[in-house]
């Protein structure tokens, strides 16, 4: 099931998909070459499959084929157009961010568990976070989508990504990465779907 909430903003667009099909409904209407059969059979997990199936639903809605789409050598996505293109997927929501710019999204659910891992990620003054989970989930997407818009492995999430209030959808708010003795600024969109949010971070 196709699912586009507000998906132009200014500077980048987002491609975002309910998943609600079965695997062979997935498939349909989509080239399922030799590389990405292998990879699906090599997972075990049915809701991963999925996810990646509908990633390659949405590469087609956004005209981007398969031979486009390469990975680096850390695992991140890139086009051979020179666009810079972010995916995520969980079990129920899966979405691609595309612009000129380096972009990164993050799509998660509200769930308790994030209250124990909360302070594994969090610095100093986003501790006031502590305890709510729509505001650790809103941190730690925001978090994720930073990361892989910055596009460095081995960034500390706790010591090095911080994240402005608000903690919310609701307004504005913005990311820095500190690396090699400098700041790095990121503006962040987000959107909540359902019980799910969707954070994206975008170089300033």
Same mark, same amino acid.
């Given at each position: 099931?196709?699912?586009?909430?507000? !998906?132009?903003?200014?500077?980048?667009?987002?491609?975002?998909?309910?998943?609600?099909?079965?695997?062979?409904?997935?498939?349909?209407?989509?080239?399922?070459?030799?590389?990405?059969?292998?990879?699906? /059979?090599?997972?075990?997990?049915?809701?991963?499959?999925?996810?990646?199936?509908?990633?390659?639903?949405?590469?087609?809605?956004?005209?981007?084929?398969?031979?486009?789409?390469?990975?680096?050598? /850390?695992?991140?996505?890139?086009?051979?157009?020179?666009?810079?293109?972010?995916?995520?997927?969980?079990?129920?929501?899966?979405?691609?961010?595309?612009?000129?710019?380096?972009?990164?999204?993050?799509?998660?659910?509200?769930?308790?568990?994030?209250?124990?891992?909360?302070?594994?990620?969090? /610095?100093?003054?986003?501790?006031?976070?502590?305890?709510?989970?729509?505001?650790? !989930?809103?941190?730690? !997407?925001?978090?994720?989508? !930073?990361?892989?818009?910055?596009?460095?492995?081995?960034?500390?999430?706790?010591?090095?990504?911080?994240?402005?209030?608000?903690? /919310?959808?609701?307004?504005?708010?913005?990311?820095?990465?500190?690396?090699?003795?400098?700041?790095?600024?990121?503006?962040?969109?987000?959107?909540?779907?359902?019980?799910?949010?969707?954070?994206?971070?975008?170089?300033?």
């Amino acid at each position: 099931m196709q699912f586009f909430p507000k !998906t132009i903003f200014k500077n980048f667009k987002i491609y975002l998909w309910k998943i609600d099909e079965s695997e062979r409904n997935l498939e349909k209407g989509i080239v399922i070459n030799e590389s990405l059969r292998k990879r699906l /059979n090599s997972l075990k997990s049915k809701e991963h499959r999925k996810g990646i199936l509908s990633i390659r639903q949405l590469m087609k809605i956004a005209g981007i084929i398969e031979s486009d789409l390469y990975y680096d050598s /850390n695992g991140a996505p890139n086009l051979k157009s020179g666009k810079y293109i972010s995916i995520s997927h969980s079990k129920y929501f899966s979405g691609i961010g595309l612009s000129d710019f380096q972009i990164g999204i993050d799509i998660e659910s509200f769930r308790e568990k994030i209250i124990k891992i909360g302070p594994k990620f969090l /610095n100093i003054k986003e501790n006031s976070a502590l305890g709510k989970i729509e505001e650790l !989930t809103f941190i730690w !997407t925001a978090k994720e989508a !930073t990361y892989k818009a910055f596009r460095t492995p081995g960034i500390s999430f706790s010591e090095q990504i911080n994240i402005d209030k608000p903690y /919310n959808s609701e307004k504005a708010s913005r990311a820095s990465v500190f690396h090699n003795n400098q700041y790095k600024f990121y503006d962040l969109a987000s959107i909540n779907l359902d019980s799910h949010i969707v954070n994206v971070a975008l170089k300033k």
